[in-house]
Every structure is written in C-alpha cells, then in structure tokens.
C-alpha cells in the first residue's frame, strides 16, 4: 500500500497541464484529513482557469487513478475511492487485509471477508479467531513459547513480521502474547512493510526516469524512495529566467512560452 499524491491541473478548452503534484507526509486513515497548499497564479486576469484535483496513483503527471474524489466550491477534496491503506477484517488465522474500495453508494467499503475458525490447536497462533491464542492450553512451570496474533503466512519470506513470546504462569495459562511485529502499510523504503514477500511493490516506477519542471527549467532524474516514504523525483530543476519575446521557449518556466509580459 502506498500514499496517493494529489495533482493539480489546469484545463483549458481541450487542454490539460499538470501544475503540480502533491504528497502528504503521512498516509491517511478515512477520517483523518491534512491541508495540501498550491498557490496558482494566472498569467491572464481576464482568462477563466478550470483547476482540477485529482488523486494520481503512479505521480507521474499523466492524472492516472482510480479514485473516486470531488472538488466543492470550498476546495476541499474528499477522496471516497480506493484508498491506499487497508482495511482489516477478523482476528487471528482468519485476518484478512485489502484496500478500501468506494461502494455504488459512495461509501468506503472493506471489499474482503475473513477467513474460517477451526479448532484451537494450542500451537501459538489464534486458531479459532477470537482473539486469544491458547486459551484453555495447558502449560507447565514458567515456560515461554513463541507466539503471533495473524496469520502464519505473514511470516514467510520477509525480515519484519515477527513472532512474540508468551510466557506461563502459575503452571497453568499463558499470558497474553507481546512483542510480535504484525503487516503494516507498504511505504516506498526498501523494507517488505507489509510482509508478503515483496519489497516496494506498489511503487514500480522506482529505478526508472522521470523529469520535473517546464520550460528551459526542466531537469531529469530517477525515480527514488523519499525519507517520508513516497516516491519522488530526484530531479532538480534550474532557476526560472526572464521570459523573452519570440525565441520559443519558456524562460520562466510556467508553462507558456512567449507570453506577454516579455523581454524583447
């Protein structure tokens, strides 16, 4: 799983221009909101400018997503889509994730189902899914056993989901399970965060190029992971100049070329 940026565009007749991505520095639950500031300034005061806000799942400017998302009169943008953290559903064996999914009614909605208990087993893992694990398992003096609240497959192929220990007490029932590292959201760091084997798999784009800026601003890079988490652009693009009149090129880097005012 991984943070959408926000885009912002400017559409014009049949055109649209991206003007720039957003990201925000933490990934969002569905109730928890964060302001995302763009200051758009026009080139024309007489010219009608149609901005649009939309969730772009790869930031690679080309407004690809699959969001359901609205912009009201106060600019505030609600995303009712996909979400890009998960749901969870169900306890022990029978935990389950998935992303949000935006229902027929517009509602987030957590598209799985949890798995089937069956009977404990006392084998450190919560067998019959409710949210015990060995309960009515015997133990003996103060012996300690490894334990895990989810799934045993959660364990495999990776280095960050971990078993906890429980431990017996008065030679009878054991303590609640502690210290076990459970799936998290995937973040763009180089670590199976949500430990199903694979390592940043919701950011394919890293490692290939991109570019940031307009005009003779633009600069390429790569595609690498950011200290937040998110997939960033490494490019750095160079200082806007004066825009000059009929060389075809734009000099201040707004995405016009040859506008007025320029430098004859």
């Known amino acids: 799983m991984k943070m959408v940026p926000l885009s912002i565009y400017v559409q014009n007749d049949s055109t649209k221009k991206l003007l720039k991505t957003l990201t925000t520095k933490e990934i969002l639950s569905p109730n928890k909101t964060t302001i995302l500031t763009y200051d758009f300034v026009p080139t024309d005061n007489n010219k009608v400018y149609n901005l649009l806000f939309v969730a772009d799942d790869k930031g690679n400017g080309k407004g690809e997503y699959n969001e359901c998302n609205e912009n009201d009169n106060q600019k505030k943008l609600t995303f009712k889509g996909n979400y890009s953290i998960f749901c969870q559903v169900g306890k022990g064996e029978c935990m389950r994730f998935a992303p949000y999914t935006c229902n027929p009614e517009g509602k987030l909605s957590c598209n799985v189902k949890p798995g089937k208990p069956v009977k404990e087993i006392c084998d450190g893992f919560d067998n019959n899914c409710d949210g015990q694990i ?44 502690r210290g076990d590292i459970l799936p998290s959201v995937e973040i763009c760091n180089g670590v199976d965060d949500d430990c199903d084997g694979k390592i940043d798999e919701d950011f394919p784009q890293v490692g290939t190029k991109c570019t940031l800026g307009f005009g003779i601003c633009k600069k390429s890079g790569t595609y690498i992971c950011g200290k937040s988490g998110n997939m960033i652009c490494d490019a750095i693009p160079s200082a806007p100049q004066i825009e000059k009149c009929g060389d075809g090129l734009d000099n201040n880097c707004n995405g016009l070329v040859d506008e007025k005012p320029c430098q004859k």
């Open 134 to 177: 060995d309960e009515g398992c015997g133990c003996e003096g103060k012996t300690q056993k490894e334990c895990y609240h989810a799934p045993k497959k959660f364990l495999e192929n990776n280095n960050v989901c971990q078993k906890g220990t429980m431990n017996c007490i008065g030679g009878e029932t054991w303590t609640e399970c």
